[in-house]
């Protein structure tokens, strides 16, 4: 790397910062589209999470094991099924690359672990989760 051979941290950030500039990106940017969703994806949960307060026939009109869609799902099936889906397609979207050199398929294989391993943090979160939310 850079800092290896030599080059001092404020060069490196520097020229990060040029590359950044000259095509337009900003690495807060990126966080975006996470601020814009985020205060929907809450105000939906809590919705869902008291929608049998609000109209009480919400409360029998699930299917299969889930009749109360406001309810957690008291089997785990919809939040195990909803986390392995997500950690499937996390291995399916970043599949190996042959080309690649070493140092990159050590990188690739450190984000594969760092997306999957968010991904099984989730599971304790989408298990408080009411039905709703999970379909």
Known sequence: TRRQAG????AIQAELSALYQSHGASPVGMLLPVFVQAP??????WGL???SAVRPDASSGGALWFEDLGATDATYLLPVLSTGSALALIILAMPANANASSAEAQQQQQLRLLFGGLTLFSLPVAVSMPVSVLL
């Open 7 to 10: 080059e001092s941290p404020a």
């Open 40 to 45: 929907v994806f809450i105000s939906f949960f």
């Open 49 to 51: 999470r008291r929608l």
